[in-house]
């Protein structure tokens, strides 16, 4: 089993910049692709970006250009760095592991942007 707890969220400016860390622990080794979703009040969660072992990124369309997702092996670390962020990009983040079939999530971490 794998634990994610994320950080790094917290209010910013419409134009502003943000890094999400989630940290993972447990069976780490085990995890195939880890990933980085947002929910907002009223709406489905989506999908964010999402990284594969080997370093495969992809974005959500509507963070293209803006966000960028990595991963530290070694740290047992993703991190998503947030730029030009807009007021749509306000929500709960959440970190996400797969494992296999299995999937394990965060508890995670609100980003607010203000205009």
């Known amino acids: 089993q794998v634990q994610l707890v994320e950080s790094g969220g917290g209010l910013v400016q419409a134009g502003g910049s943000l890094r999400l860390s989630c940290a993972a622990s447990?069976?780490?080794?085990?995890?195939?692709?880890m990933g980085w979703f947002r929910q907002a009040p009223g709406k489905q969660r989506e999908v964010v970006a999402t990284?594969?072992?080997?370093?495969?990124?992809n974005y959500a369309d509507s963070v293209k250009g803006r966000f960028t997702i990595s991963r530290d092996s070694g740290k047992n670390t993703m991190d998503l760095q947030m730029n030009s962020l807009k007021p749509e990009d306000t929500a709960v983040y959440f970190c996400?592991?797969?494992?296999?079939?299995?999937?394990?999530w965060g508890q995670g971490t609100q980003v607010t942007v203000s205009s």
């Open positions: 996400r592991a797969e494992l296999g079939w299995y999937l394990y």
């Open positions: 447990g069976r780490t080794s085990l995890i195939t692709a």
């Open positions: 990284i594969t072992v080997d370093g495969n990124s």
